[in-house]
């Protein structure tokens, strides 16, 4: 019992980084309302889903161009790019995406549906 899916094995030298925080850039999919801090929906990562809570939403992006739109803002909702810092609610192997592509990317999920997409850009390790 000691092996869960979303485990992830690697050699003892380079070993599966594991996340206290990661700051991320998404893409706001779809949300009934905006999502603010504070807000904890299901990061689906590989094959692990692990409920994390966004801690700041650092900046808004222009979705097209990538530029900053706004600092610190108290929202974002559907349409809106931003870069946020995430905390898990228990520990969760995760990559930046320029390092391994597949263990940097994520689907945020909740109520039933993708809320959000994104990718990690930077990791505060356990």
Known sequence: NDIRRGD????????????????????????????????????HCHTAQVASTIIEISKKLDPKTGATIEENPDYIKAGDAAIIKVKPTRP????????????????????????????????KEK
Request: with cysteine.
């Open 8 to 43: 992830v094995c690697g050699h003892v030298d380079t070993p599966p980084t594991v996340a206290d925080e990661f700051t991320a850039q998404i893409v706001v999919l779809q949300h009934p309302s905006a999502i603010t801090v504070g807000y904890t929906p299901v990061f």
């Open 92 to 123: 969760l192997v995760i990559e930046r995406v320029k390092e391994i592509p597949h263990l940097g990317r994520f689907a945020v999920r909740d109520m039933g549906q993708t809320v959000a997409a994104g990718m990690v850009m930077d990791i």
